[in-house]
């Protein structure tokens, strides 16, 4: 299983790549290569050209502003997963890298890479998805914000052009005190979520929901809101008839089959994940606004 | 005579090497100007080869062959494998061509090879090879292979049936006729792939001058494989070395010969380069043998008390699309079902038929897990239906220690009527439950039910037949310098065998352990060989090394005795030493009798001196000896999700005397994690045209360190009274009742919704559709 | 496509300077190209983790990074954790608790266990079973490798 023959292009500017991207034919970008490398060595993918991120500077790191975060493309996953300013700030991200693939895969993984390989169960895309993150994309024509909404377009999709790179995630973390949850089922250990459940929510001193997200992983094409599922949970306390209902629009969605299960499975699942996450994270919030009151 | 080393936890010499990377596996065997080598598959599961063009691969960069079954020795083209186990109920004895010649017969049969400078090359040039294939019916599912109009693996056959043969004792007919209680299970069992780290690999080397070969192979019979090579290259047997060097793990499929081994040597020689093939792991999961599916359909006859009266039923199996080891897997199957339990009355009809998948070859545990499977599910259910406890209902029905020997009544693989040696089941039974604390489990599950989780609890035992024949001989050797040399058929891939003949030779030679050099798994070190599979070479080899030991300490004593001029009553062989008792203890060392030996150049020995201080020795088996045990298992069910975690694994293991405990802990603890896989995760998927679905580690899933605990295991050992150690084979026993155990234990777990299991592997889906028909999920889903 | 690219890189504390293919994984760089055949390919796709190498001290499996990425940068092989020609504690602990079998998986193992103790001196056998978990072993039912990556840190902790 070795990789057809490529072109290898190292730029040390972002300007650089950029120029690459749009003048050379058949090239695709290379960043923590997990994913990528796994297809080239197969040959699914034969890229004629590899431009590799890793050695432009400023495409990685956290940088926290006032009510922001903006996270560069090629920042290691495993910066993220032990950074503790992010594990305050943006719970939800430490949880789901729990849950991404295996210590080697995110030593070398990027978050930008994760989001631009766009697999329909990457829990990082989910967690942005839940978050509204915008994405911060470079071309020939210059940068341009993409809402997590539109960025995710289809299966393995993503609005992405052929010649343009992934710069910067920017994240509005939420209020200090919210519940977070990111409930998975996987096969085994690591492995691709068979389905997951991102959820967020925010209530005000009464325990009325204010905010909710609730985000699907692996159940579908890509990533999915279930606005459904959020709107019945705002505006009223939770209890266990709302998680219920919560639940059981989350799950109506329409489901992949494949391999590793049917429609029907997934979208049990996605019931019943949503409402473990959804007790989990109202379970987190009032813990936590109880630590701050 | 000591035996320090014999039954001592002894670390593995082997393993400084490995720890260190300094191993040496077929890819790191480096000769200069090696070639490599890459073949072209078959994309589909059934079709005729209507041409293929060469032309243009051979002109791709760096290559320097491209050769098809056109472009082979005549003979060497129209040869099939040789069929290493023939049957007389075999319609058709079927085996692959070197390269396919006008019809493929499963997606990954091999078409072409090219050699090329490098791997990365070889496969570049693959994509220029054009062949126009006509895509023909294929079979997929083995039961649709039966069906009126079905199509047939091989387009010349009329029937997609290899053979059905009975097996039975006893008139069942009557005793199910009587009966008072009639149980029956339908059961789909499926069990994947032995998936070794290691993929199969080869490096061929032609010595022109000598007009010879040499093959390193990662497989586990050198010695047949030199047999087959022979034949199918039409050379002299003795022209051929082949070494198995370090191999990454076997677990059956490399015990096979398989065709492009052939075609690489003969590449070889043709091109007078080394030429080097390493399978990788997608040519892996297409190429290298399984196991498959099997269709159970068994009913059981008993008493009000659950006694066995009979058991009855057929089954189906899928022997893919050739038959290197004939019918083996079902037969061993077939055999296997009785168990430990009397059985007054038995009649098994298999039917064994082809689909268009590669062949069905032994893997960990040869058909016995689905015997085992059947057997323990009907006990189940028996104890279900009578509300008899499920291991009471085992030890009631066990046959006693005081029955041994026992003939079940059946013939088995060996050839030999199926008489089980040794073992006392209720022991291994009791000991098994009292690990696992079986008796508390009500109480454990009835806490865990308060809590909102549901745990389950079950029990499967198994009988194993093991130390198939025909033979693994071992030559122990004195060498001049004291060192003791122990050469065997044996191979290893992974089981210790380096250590533990080292321990047996040691402790009966009389010398260190550290003194002992072992060479395995080379044709040049012993004339005759076979290599490990079935659990033999413990049986096989150990018996042989602890004779040839003997002998060797007979003649070391002799030659003693007459230099230290002391009986030989008054002598001790220690650490490589011969000391006489007493006074100044006078000592003469194994190396200065090793070459006292050889004698003096033109002088002449006494008649009874022994000719080099060596001995080779083939132990040969009446029979299998037989391995037994009890595994009990407990499990939590997620019942949102359908998920299953072992909580608890305990194992009763008797493989009769323990060579090395540590390594037989291993064995065990390594086999149970091959059944935690059976049970619960490695499904090898194919659609209805026979294309493989599960082609990658993420599809097609093994354990993980979070899905196997560390088992107790419990050490019975009754001696087999058939070979000279009383040992018993070790490396299977892990495996076999593993899924019986954790598929009963997921049904007790949920035994509230009444939700019954029938298949293995038990996917978490199938969990959730059970109890979504049982109307386990009211509105509000936990 | 064949142009070759200069790479120096440091491998167990010696640098080597080399041409190299850019297609040319990690993992045949160590094994084909520098002769370091410890570090084993199980399916080259990024599951088996019998491939895994340390970059800059970071576990990495070496079938999903090229060679020429590694410009600059410090590796560590299964070769260079042996100390003074002998075993390390943990490789000594590999014997001792049984550890491998078959030994195909075990040199990956044995570099994200390094990893490990070094990150985290004190795991419990959670945290092991973790890091085992980007690992596929055939043979030993991870009970081996879980006892001896215990008992070297029990072992390490002790020494200090």
């Not at chain 1, 993984?109 to 989001?115: A, K, P």
């Not at chain 2, 399984?290 to 006859?301: G, H, L, P, S, T």
């Not at chain 2, 230290?564 to 011969?578: F, M, N, R, T, V």
């Amino acid at each position: 299983m070795k990789p057809a023959p490529f072109d290898y292009h190292a730029p040390t500017s972002l300007d650089e790549a950029v120029a690459l991207m749009s003048t050379l034919d058949n090239a695709k970008v290379i960043a923590g290569g997990q994913s990528l490398v796994a297809m080239m060595n197969f040959r699914y993918a034969m890229p004629d050209h590899l431009i590799d991120l890793g050695n432009i500077a400023g495409l990685s790191g956290l940088h926290f502003e006032a009510q922001t975060l903006r996270i560069g493309a090629m920042t290691r996953q495993r910066e993220l997963e032990f950074s503790v300013p992010l594990a305050n700030k943006v719970p939800l991200l430490k949880a789901a890298l729990a849950h991404v693939g295996h210590r080697q895969t995110r030593n070398r993984g990027t978050l930008g890479g994760s989001l631009a390989h766009a697999d329909p169960a990457a829990e990082l895309p989910t967690a942005c998805l839940a978050l509204d993150a915008e994405i911060e994309i470079a071309g020939a024509n210059g940068t341009r914000i993409v809402p997590m909404r539109e960025f995710s377009a289809g299966f393995m999709t993503t609005a992405l052009g052929y010649d343009e790179i992934l710069l910067a995630v920017h994240l509005r973390p939420w209020a200090n005190g919210h519940g977070y949850s990111f409930q998975e089922y996987a096969r085994r250990h690591g492995d691709f979520a068979v389905a997951g459940a991102a959820v967020l929510l925010d209530a005000n001193n009464d325990g009325v929901i204010e905010r909710a997200a609730v985000a699907l992983c692996g159940v579908t094409d890509r990533p999915v809101r279930r606005d459904e599922a959020e709107a019945v949970l705002v505006g009223r306390q939770l209890d266990d008839g709302a998680i219920a209902r919560a639940a059981s629009l989350a799950g109506d969605v329409e489901a992949t089959a494949d391999i590793h299960a049917d429609a029907t499975y997934r979208r049990h699942l996605a019931r019943v994940l949503t409402t473990r996450a959804l007790h989990e994270a109202s379970s987190r919030m009032r813990t936590k606004k109880r630590e701050i009151a | 005579m000591g035996s320090k080393n014999f039954g001592a936890r002894v670390t593995r010499f082997e393993d400084v090497a490995l720890v260190s990377g300094q191993g040496q596996y077929v890819d790191d065997i480096r000769i200069a100007g090696t070639l490599h080598a890459a073949f072209l598959r078959s994309p589909h599961g059934h079709a005729r080869i209507k041409s293929i063009d060469t032309s243009a691969a051979q002109r791709c960069k760096g290559v320097h062959a491209v050769l098809t079954a056109a472009d082979l020795p005549e003979r060497m083209r129209k040869q099939r494998m040789p069929l290493l186990l023939p049957n007389a109920t075999m319609a058709t004895l079927r085996t692959q061509h070197s390269l396919a010649v006008d019809e493929v017969c499963y997606v990954g049969q091999a078409l072409a090879i090219v050699v090329a400078d490098s791997r990365y090359l070889a496969e570049d040039t693959l994509a220029a090879i054009e062949v126009d294939y006509e895509v023909l019916g294929a079979v997929s599912d083995v039961r649709a292979a039966l069906a009126d109009g079905a199509p047939r693996a091989h387009a010349d056959l009329d029937s997609n049936v290899v053979s059905q043969f009975v097996m039975n004792y006893g008139d069942v007919d009557a005793a199910f006729a009587s009966a008072p209680h009639v149980f029956r299970e339908e059961l789909w069992q499926h069990r994947g792939g032995g998936m070794a780290m290691e993929t199969r690999g080869v490096l061929a080397q032609a010595n022109v001058t000598t007009d010879s070969l040499t093959l390193w192979s990662s497989t586990q019979t050198p010695h047949i494989a030199r047999r087959m090579l022979a034949e199918v290259l039409d050379v002299d047997l003795e022209s051929i070395r082949i070494i198995a060097p370090d191999v990454g793990g076997g677990f059956g499929p490399k015990a096979i010969f398989y065709p492009e081994d052939a075609v690489v040597a003969h590449a070889a020689r043709a091109l007078g380069r080394p030429v080097k093939f390493i399978e990788d792991r997608r040519e892996h999961f297409l190429c290298a043998t399984q196991e498959r599916d099997q269709y159970w359909n068994v009913e059981i006859a008993v008493d009000d008390d659950g006694n066995i009266l009979g058991v009855r039923g057929d089954m189906l199996h899928d022997t893919g699309a050739f038959v290197p080891w004939g019918i083996i897997m079902p037969y061993i199957a077939g055999a296997t079902m009785p168990g430990p339990y009397v059985v007054p009355a038995y009649h098994l009809a298999c039917t064994v038929a082809f689909t268009n998948k590669v062949a069905t070859t032994p893997v960990r545990g040869a058909g016995r897990p689905q015997a085992v499977f059947a057997m323990e599910r009907l006990m189940d259910r028996v104890a279900h239906e009578l509300k008899l406890d499920p291991a009471d209902l085992r030890r009631r029905n066990y046959i006693r220690p005081e029955q041994m020997p026992y003939s079940v009544g059946l013939i088995f693989r060996d050839g030999k009527p199926l008489i089980y040696d040794s073992g006392d089941y209720p022991r291994g039974h009791d000991a098994a439950l009292k690990l696992a604390g079986y008796a508390d489990f009500p109480a454990r599950q009835a806490a865990a039910k308060a809590d909102g989780r549901f745990i389950g609890i079950g029990v499967a035992s198994y009988v194993e037949g093991t130390g198939l024949g025909p033979f693994e001989g071992v030559t122990v050797r004195i060498l001049p310098d004291g060192r003791v040399r122990v050469t065997s058929g044996a191979t290893s891939q992974g089981q210790g065998t380096r250590t533990t003949l080292a321990q047996i030779v040691a402790d009966r030679v009389g010398c260190r352990i550290e003194d002992v050099v072992v060479t395995i798994g080379d044709t040049a070190g012993i004339a005759n060989g076979v290599g490990a599979f079935a659990s033999r070479l413990a049986v096989n080899a150990g018996s042989s090394a602890s004779i040839a030991g003997d002998h060797v300490r007979a003649s070391i004593l002799k030659m003693a005795s007459r230099a230290l001029g002391l009986p030989e009553s008054e002598i001790d062989l220690e650490d490589g030493k011969a000391i006489g008792r007493g006074g100044n203890r006078p000592t003469v060392s194994f190396g200065e009798l090793s070459r006292a030996a050889q004698g003096m150049p033109g002088f002449s020995m006494d008649a009874d001196h022994p000719v080099g201080l060596e001995h080779t020795a083939y132990f040969t088996p009446a029979q299998a000896s037989y391995c037994s045990g009890t595994h009990v298992v407990e499990v939590e069910v997620d019942v949102g999700t359908g998920a299953i975690k072992i909580l608890n694994y305990s194992v009763a293991h008797d493989c009769g005397n323990v060579i090395n405990p540590l390594i037989v802990d291993g064995q065990v603890q390594g086999g149970v994690a091959h059944g935690i896989g059976n049970a619960l995760l490695e499904w090898m998927q194919y659609d209805e045209n026979a294309q493989p679905l599960t082609t990658t580690f993420a599809d097609y899933l093994l354990p993980m360190a979070t899905d196997v605990p560390i088992c107790a295991i419990a050490h019975v050992e009754t001696p087999s009274p058939l070979n000279p150690i009383g040992v018993k084979g070790a490396g299977e026993g892990g495996t076999i009742p593993a899924a019986a155990a954790i598929i009963a234990a997921a049904e007790n777990a949920l035994s509230s919704f009444g939700v019954r299991f029938t298949e293995t592997p038990l996917m978490p889906d199938r969990i959730v559709q059970a109890l979504q028909r049982a109307g386990a999920y009211g509105e509000h889903v936990a | 496509m064949t142009t070759a690219h200069s790479i120096s890189v440091n491998i167990n504390g010696k640098t080597y300077s080399r041409d190299v293919e850019a297609r040319m994984t990690l993992a045949d760089f160590l094994r084909h190209e520098i002769g370091l055949t410890g570090t084993h390919l199980g399916c080259e796709h990024g599951v088996c983790g019998a491939c895994t190498v340390l970059i800059d001290g970071r576990s990495a499996r070496s079938c999903l990074t090229f060679a020429v990425q590694m410009n600059g940068r410090s590796l560590t092989t299964v070769e260079g954790l042996s100390v003074a020609g002998g075993l390390n504690p943990l490789q000594q602990a590999f014997q001792e608790h049984h550890g491998l079998q078959c030994g195909f998986c075990t040199s990956g193992i044995l570099m994200s266990l390094t990893e490990l103790l070094s990150d985290n001196p004190d795991p419990t056998e959670h945290d092991v079973r973790e890091i085992l978990t980007g690992h596929l072993c055939r043979c030993t039912g991870y009970a081996g490798p879980v006892r001896a990556a215990l008992a070297t840190a029990e072992q390490l902790k002790s020494i200090k």
